[in-house]
Nanobody, 124 residues
Framework: QVQLVESGGGLVQAGGSLRLSCAAS????????MGWFRQAPGKEREFVAA????????YYADSVKGRFTISRDNAKNTLYLQMNSLKPEDTAVYYC?????????????????WGQGTQVTVSS
């Protein structure tokens, strides 16, 4: 069992930055592929970014590539999402997720564990 808790969301102006954190429980944190997803009102939950067990491989949605950076600190059991140059279109609830299998990092169905979400709002 893995428990995930996101933090760091808030209200920022367009062009600003936020850093999201996801605290994970469990001794085996380093063996999980970790991902970030987001869901805006009235829309489906969509992939944002993912990172491999080692942190050597990352994946990004085209909409955030070059602006967001995913990272992890396995010693601290923590996942991060650094969000720069934020746009109003980035407004959503952001969810942290964990995949024990390491398969399909961009697919929601690949992830067995999810956090409660943290709200990110970007104003014009």
């Amino acid at each position: 069992q893995v428990q995930l808790v996101e933090s760091g969301g808030g209200l920022v102006q367009a062009g600003g930055s936020l850093r999201l954190s996801c605290a994970a429980s469990g001794r085996t944190f380093s063996r999980y592929v970790m991902g970030w997803f987001r869901q805006a009102p009235g829309k489906e939950r969509e992939f944002v970014a993912a990172i491999s067990w080692s942190g050597r491989t990352t994946y990004y949605a085209d909409s955030v590539k070059g602006r967001f950076t995913i990272s992890r600190d396995n010693a601290k059991n923590t996942l991060y999402l650094q969000m720069n140059s934020l746009k109003p279109e980035d407004t959503a609830v952001y969810y942290c997720a964990a995949d024990p299998s390491g398969l399909g990092p961009e697919r929601k169905a690949s992830y067995d564990y999810w956090g409660q979400g943290t709200q990110v709002t970007v104003s014009s």
